[in-house]
Nanobody
Framework: KVQLVESGGGSVHSGGSLRLSCAPSTFHVSIVNMAWFRQAPGKEREGVAGIGRYGTTKYADSVKGRFTISQDNAKNTLYLVMNSLNPEDTAVYFC?????????????????WGQGTQVTVSS
């Protein structure tokens, strides 16, 4: 069973940057896709960015041009660099992994999840 652990969350002022990391503490299955989701208070969880095994990426429209997803295959670690943060980005961010063949930003397609890391952006 795969267990994912996120790190890098914190509090920043509007316009600031953060880098989130996600790595498995255990790894027992083959992972094809990885992604970041977020959930703000009172809102549904939404897909932020995803990356496939060959480097294909997908972003939510709300973060295009500001966020960059990447992975270190050797370390099997997922990253999310977030620039130009604004208060609307405040949420708990989750990393997730999928064994699906296609990269999608749909939480129903992801089998493994981290506990989440809080990102707070002040005005």
């Amino acid at each position: 069973k795969v267990q994912l652990v996120e790190s890098g969350g914190g509090s920043v002022h509007s316009g600031g940057s953060l880098r989130l990391s996600c790595a498995p503490s255990t790894f027992h299955v083959s992972i094809v896709n990885m992604a970041w989701f977020r959930q703000a208070p009172g809102k549904e969880r939404e897909g932020v960015a995803g990356i496939g095994r060959y480097g294909t990426t997908k972003y939510a429209d709300s973060v295009k041009g500001r966020f960059t997803i990447s992975q270190d295959n050797a370390k099997n670690t997922l990253y999310l660099v977030m620039n130009s943060l604004n208060p609307e980005d405040t949420a708990v961010y989750f990393c997730a992994a999928s064994q699906a063949s296609h990269l999608v930003l749909d939480q129903r397609q992801y089998n493994y999840w981290g506990q989440g890391t809080q990102v707070t952006v002040s005005s």
